[in-house]
C-alpha cells in the first residue's frame, strides 16, 4: 500500500464500459437493467473458480517488502486512490474510507439459507432496497427457490430480483456493494462468488457467530443509508491465491475451472485449479488412521516435513477461526502476513509460525507417506492430494473491502470481546444443564 493517513476511497466508472453488461437477450444498455429476469446464460463460458486471461494480463502482480501489490478496484465502481505524497507504506488503518462519486445502482444479499428466522429480516431489507431506494436487488436463484419463502408474502418482493447461479452466471460486473445476512459464513461464501475483484461487502450480525458480521440489523435502515452515501470505514482482508495441481493419472473428464497445463504433449500432464480464499487452506489426513507426512517449501526451500493430523495455511482473518483452535497467535486483518499452523504435530520440532505476505509456499506429500492428503478452502471444495500433487499459495492481490461499523481497530477488538462473551455464556449453560440432569 502507498496510502497514507490522508488516503480516500472513491467510486469510479469507466465511460468507455458499460455499467451493467446485459444479463440476458432482454436487456439492453441502459443504466437500469430490466428487472425480474433471470440470467439464462445457456453456455458456461468459465467458472467463477478461474481468473480470466483478461484480467491476469490487466493488473500485474509485483511484490514488495509488505507483500504483492494488491488490485486497489472492488467491483464495477469502487476503487482505492494513491497518495503522491506518501512517504511511508505502512497505512494507518483508521483512514480507510468509502465513498462514491456516482451513487451505487445495485446490490447482492447472501442469505443464509434454511432459515426461517431471516425470512422477516430478508423480506424487510428487500422491500426497503427496491422500494425506497430504487436499486436492483441480484440474489442466488436457490434462495428464491427455498420452500420457506414460496408464499403469497413475498410475491410483490421477488419481482424485482435478478437472480444467478453459482458457479454458471457472472455478476462480478454487474453488484456495485455486497449486504450479508447471516453468520461468518455468509461473508466466506460472498468471498467465494468473486474470484477477482470483490466489491464492498456490509456483513450483519444473524448467525451463531459473528466474528465478521459487525453490523446490528436492529438500525438497519441507518446503516445501509451510511454505506450508500459513503460514510464508512473499510478494511482491505486480504485473500490466499491457491494452485492445486494434479498429475492426470487416467483419462477422466476435466472439469471447466481448471488450468490444463499440456507441456507440449497432446495429452495433458498436469490439470491446475486455482482459488481464492478468505480463511484458510486446511491439508489434513482425511479419512486415514495414519499420520500426514508433508513436505513444505517456502519460496522454492524447504523449510520442515510436517508429520502430524495435518496443516493450516491462514490468513490473519483466518488467523481467529480453525488457527487459533489449533494454538496460533491472533492477528488483526490489517497486518500482512501469512500463518502456519501445524494441526496436532507428532513432535515439538514445528511450532506455528508467520511469514510476511507475498511469499511463496508449497506443500507436497513425502517420498514416504504412506497415505494420500485431503485439501478444503475455506471448509470447501475439499479434494484428495496424492503423492505427485502439489499445492501453491501465496498472498492474493484481490483481498475483500469488508466494510466497518466503526473503523478496522474498534470491532476487531468488540469482536474479540464479543466472542469471549459468547465462549463463557455457551459453557455456563452447558455446565447449568449437567447440572439439572444430575
Not at 183 to 207: K, N
Not at 232 to 254: D, F, G, M
Not at 378 to 403: L, N
Request: overall charge neutral.
Amino acid at each position: 500500500m502507498e496510502n497514507s493517513g490522508e488516503s480516500k476511497w472513491t467510486l469510479k466508472s469507466d465511460a468507455s464500459s458499460e455499467p451493467f453488461p446485459k444479463c440476458c437477450s432482454a436487456c439492453d444498455s441502459s443504466e437500469e437493467p430490466f428487472r425480474g429476469k433471470v440470467f439464462r446464460n445457456r453456455t458456461k463460458t468459465r467458472s467463477m473458480s478461474m481468473p480470466s486471461a483478461h484480467c491476469s494480463a490487466k493488473f500485474r502482480r509485483t511484490q514488495s517488502l509488505h507483500g504483492p501489490s494488491p488490485v486497489t478496484t472492488f467491483g464495477p465502481k469502487a476503487c482505492m486512490l494513491k497518495n503522491p505524497k506518501a512517504v511511508m507504506h505502512i497505512q494507518d488503518p483508521a483512514s480507510q474510507r468509502l465513498t462514491w462519486n456516482k451513487p451505487p445502482k445495485s446490490v447482492l444479499i447472501i442469505k443464509k439459507i434454511r432459515d426461517a428466522s431471516l425470512l422477516q429480516p430478508f423480506k424487510d431489507l428487500c422491500v426497503f432496497l427496491t422500494q425506497q431506494k430504487n436499486m436492483i436487488v441480484y440474489v442466488e436463484r436457490k434462495v428464491i427457490e427455498d420452500p420457506a419463502i414460496a408464499n403469497e408474502s413475498f410475491v410483490s418482493v421477488k419481482k424485482n430480483f435478478c437472480t444467478f447461479r453459482e458457479d454458471y452466471d457472472d455478476i462480478s460486473n454487474c453488484v456495485d456493494f455486497i449486504i450479508c445476512l447471516g453468520g461468518d459464513g455468509t461473508l466466506l461464501y460472498a468471498s467465494s462468488l468473486f474470484q477477482e475483484s470483490v466489491p464492498p461487502v456490509m456483513a450483519f450480525h444473524l448467525g451463531s457467530l459473528g466474528f465478521l458480521t459487525p453490523f446490528n440489523f436492529d438500525t438497519y435502515q441507518s446503516q445501509v443509508n451510511q454505506v450508500i452515501e459513503g460514510n464508512a470505514a473499510i478494511i482491505l482482508r486480504s485473500r490466499l491465491e491457491v494452485k492445486v495441481v494434479k498429475e492426470c493419472r487416467e483419462k477422466a473428464p476435466v472439469e471447466e475451472s481448471s488450468l490444463i497445463i499440456t507441456n507440449g504433449d497432446s495429452e495433458p500432464k498436469h490439470k491446475t485449479m486455482q482459488y481464492q480464499v478468505l480463511n484458510e487452506v486446511v491439508v489434513d489426513r482425511g479419512p486415514s488412521s495414519y499420520l500426514s507426512n508433508l513436505d513444505l517449501f517456502l519460496d522454492g526451500h524447504l523449510i520442515t516435513t510436517v508429520q502430524g493430523d495435518g496443516v493450516i495455511v491462514s490468513t490473519p482473518t483466518g488467523s481467529t477461526a480453525y488457527a487459533v483452535a489449533a494454538g496460533a497467535s491472533m492477528i488483526h486483518p490489517n497486518v500482512p502476513a501469512i500463518m502456519i499452523t501445524p494441526i496436532c504435530p507428532h513432535s515439538l520440532s514445528f511450532r506455528p509460525i508467520v511469514v510476511p505476505a507475498g511469499v511463496k509456499l508449497k506443500i507436497m506429500l513425502t517420498r514416504d507417506a504412506r497415505n494420500t492428503a485431503w485439501v478444503s478452502l475455506d471448509g470447501r471444495k475439499r479434494q484428495e492430494i496424492a503423492y505427485g500433487d502439489s499445492i501453491t499459495i501465496t498472498s492474493s492481490c484481490f483481498p475483500v473491502p469488508s466494510i466497518c461499523f466503526r473503523d478496522p481497530v474498534n470491532d476487531w477488538f468488540e469482536s474479540l470481546a464479543q466472542c469471549l462473551h459468547w465462549n463463557v455464556r455457551k459453557k455456563q449453560s452447558h455446565l447449568s444443564s449437567e447440572e439439572e440432569e444430575f
